[in-house]
């Protein structure tokens, strides 16, 4: 079974800072695009950034400039590094992995979500 761990959301004033985690973990093969989505209240989850395991990175318009996404393939963790946080960047934050899994020998795809994180942005 594969498990998504996120960490490091919280409240931060606008304009301040948070770095996001998340660490893929369980009997896994190989990990493909890695990335964040966000949902507020009322609103539809949306993609924030994701990255291929070669490094293409791919960004909302809304947090280009302001948001990095990086991974450690090594440790199957992604990052996202958020900078001149807004109000409206308040929203739980997943972590989704698309990878592939062993059970019983077999190799199975999954499209996997973390618990969320919540971010606010809030002075």
């Known amino acids: 079974q594969v498990q998504l761990v996120e960490s490091g959301g919280g409240l931060v004033q606008p304009g301040g800072s948070l770095r996001l985690s998340c660490a893929a973990s369980?009997?896994?093969?190989?990990?493909?695009?890695m990335g964040w989505y966000r949902q507020a209240p009322g609103k539809q989850r949306e993609l924030v950034a994701d990255?291929?395991?070669?490094?293409?990175?791919n960004y909302a318009d809304s947090v280009k400039g302001r948001f990095a996404i990086s991974r450690d393939n090594a440790k199957n963790t992604v990052y996202l590094q958020m900078n001149s946080l807004k109000p409206e960047d308040t929203a739980v934050y997943y972590c989704?992995?698309?990878?592939?899994?062993?059970?019983?020998?077999?190799?199975?795809?999954?499209?996997?979500w973390g618990q969320g994180t919540q971010v606010t942005v809030s002075s």
């Open positions: 989704n992995a698309k990878l592939i899994s062993l059970r019983n020998g077999e190799s199975i795809f999954n499209d996997d």
């Open positions: 369980g009997s896994i093969s190989s990990v493909g695009t």
């Open positions: 990255i291929t395991n070669g490094g293409r990175t």
